[in-house]
């Protein structure tokens, strides 16, 4: 039987530049665009199901903060997708493995 299955929170990087700090510019009821800091690009991150699920899922400590980025669950609609330490996805709430896909990329200055 498996153990608990930590977690960290939802890192992505610039499409566009591949700088790391991107940030979360909406609302999880409006839409999921992000910005990157460095370059101005704005993207939305959107997940599909890879086959399978985790359970016993622990939420990351701390918790993702409301800039932090953020993807919904391609199974469960959820916005809490995670990473587990070998940097796989996976969904909070179903436990649901995803991958992810950035689209809407719109390049900054």
Do not use: W
Not at 6 to 14: D, E, G, P, V
Not at 15 to 38: D, K, R
Request: hydrophobic share 40%; aromatic share 4%; proline share 11%.
């Amino acid at each position: 039987m498996a153990g608990p299955v930590q977690t960290r929170k939802l890192a992505l990087a610039c499409p566009v530049c591949g700088s790391g700090e991107v940030f979360y510019s909406c609302t999880p009821n409006c839409c999921f665009n992000h910005v990157c800091a460095n370059c101005g690009t704005t993207f939305e991150p959107v997940t599909a199901a890879a086959g399978g699920a985790l359970a016993g899922i622990v939420p990351p400590d701390p918790p993702p903060e409301a800039a932090d980025p953020a993807a919904a669950c391609a199974r469960c609609d959820a916005p809490v997708v995670y990473m587990t330490a070998d940097g796989s996805l996976v969904c909070g709430k179903c436990g649901a493995l995803l991958t992810l896909e950035l689209t809407e990329v719109a390049p900054g200055r």
